[in-house]
């Protein structure tokens, strides 16, 4: 899709009066941080605006020379920029496309362990570490917020918050219903079994972004369970939080402080409600174009990892891997994260043009 001049001019324009306005040293407070955050947002769509404008002028200027020699001499710099255009132009639409305002923010992260039993709890914990070594390959930082581990490993379900910037761009488009196929360590018949965990990826919001009032909440305190060193079961330091209005529940029993699990329990409360509130608004608009990338309902199955065969399979775009280790050791996901967010802008650019 080849954005028109005047439009380019626009951009270029409007960044370099937010340009001035914030070297002038006259914003303060409220007026200056959202000035920074346009600035921030525009910048690379106003850089990329400028790289085509010039090439677009250069190209011009060397289509109009009247001279035989130095026209001959234009014609290679002519088709260089022939076939390097169309991709800046590409690189600067794929910029231009609207932005979910969560993208740059932190996430909560939530891994549930589905059909599957034991075997499903192992996997859990399976994804949990995927996340966590993908993320520190990206500079991010996971907390965890609660873990209910099972018996033979693994979670039953675990939350984590993980902090760093555009970490909701990358993980949004795990929510669904991860599949593993394998043989059990426990199974002595060498059957290969399914079962399945649910990844829900939440935007972090600002406090402003959720209201919640005292007299809508049930706070309860008891004492911890599971691993958790000689503290455990010696204090009530475990947080349940009941919404009442919603009736959403969350627990936080990692932290040995009452405070710092209540603290967490909220970050989680505030997550959940204002996914609630993005759905609501954005449900209608969901129901009528539903990306190919899916839905991200939990309820969906997303992708398959075979054990048997070393593959990965993203069902939503059908792409398959055949570098199930590598995947689950953290660097592999990158393939998988950036083919699904380019689909995704394959899918919106196509929209505009209809």
């Not at 917020?145 to 990358?170: D, H, I, L, R, Y």
Request: hydrophobic share 40%; aromatic share 4%.
């Amino acid at each position: 899709m080849s954005v028109p001049d005047a439009r380019l001019r626009q951009i270029s324009a409007r960044f370099a009066e937010l340009e001035a306005r914030l070297a002038s040293g006259q914003l303060e407070g409220k007026d200056f941080v959202a000035a920074s955050r346009d600035f921030s947002e525009l910048e690379p769509v106003a850089r990329l605006a400028e790289e085509v404008m010039a090439m677009r002028a250069e190209l011009a200027s060397l289509a109009e020379l009247d001279d035989p020699e130095m026209r001959e001499l234009a014609e290679e710099e002519i088709e260089r920029l022939k076939s390097e255009l169309p991709e800046a132009e590409h690189r600067l639409s794929i910029a231009m496309l609207p932005r979910d305002s969560a993208d740059s923010r932190s996430a909560m992260l939530e891994i549930r362990a589905g059909t599957g039993g034991d075997e499903a709890a192992l996997f859990a914990g399976d994804l949990y570490r995927m996340y966590e070594r993908f993320a520190a390959e990206q500079g991010w930082r996971v907390e965890p917020v609660s873990m209910s581990p099972s018996e033979v490993g693994g979670f039953k379900e675990v939350v984590a918050q993980v902090t760093g910037n555009g970490v909701f761009a990358k993980l949004k488009f795990e929510s669904g219903v991860h599949r593993v196929q394998r043989v059990p360590v426990t199974e002595s018949g060498g059957r290969i079994h399914t079962s399945a965990a649910t990844v829900a990826v939440l935007p972090e919001p600002d406090e402003v972004d959720v209201q919640i009032e005292d007299k809508d909440l049930k706070i309860d305190v008891y004492r911890a369970s599971g691993a958790g060193g000689q503290h455990v079961n010696t204090t009530d330091s475990a947080v349940r939080i009941t919404h009442l209005p919603t009736n959403t529940v969350v627990t936080c029993q990692d932290g040995r402080s009452q405070h710092k699990n209540k603290e967490k329990a909220m970050q989680v409360l505030r997550a959940r409600l204002f996914e609630a509130q993005r759905e609501a608004v954005q449900g209608e608009e969901a129901a009528a174009r539903k990306a190919m990338v899916g839905s991200g309902d939990r309820s969906e199955r997303i992708r398959t990892y075979n054990f048997p065969q070393g593959r990965v399979t993203d069902h939503r775009i059908n792409l398959t891997l055949h570098r199930l280790p590598e995947i689950l050791e953290g660097p592999g996901l990158s393939e998988l994260v950036d083919a699904l967010i380019a689909e995704d802008q394959a899918k919106r650019l196509a929209a505009l043009g209809e």
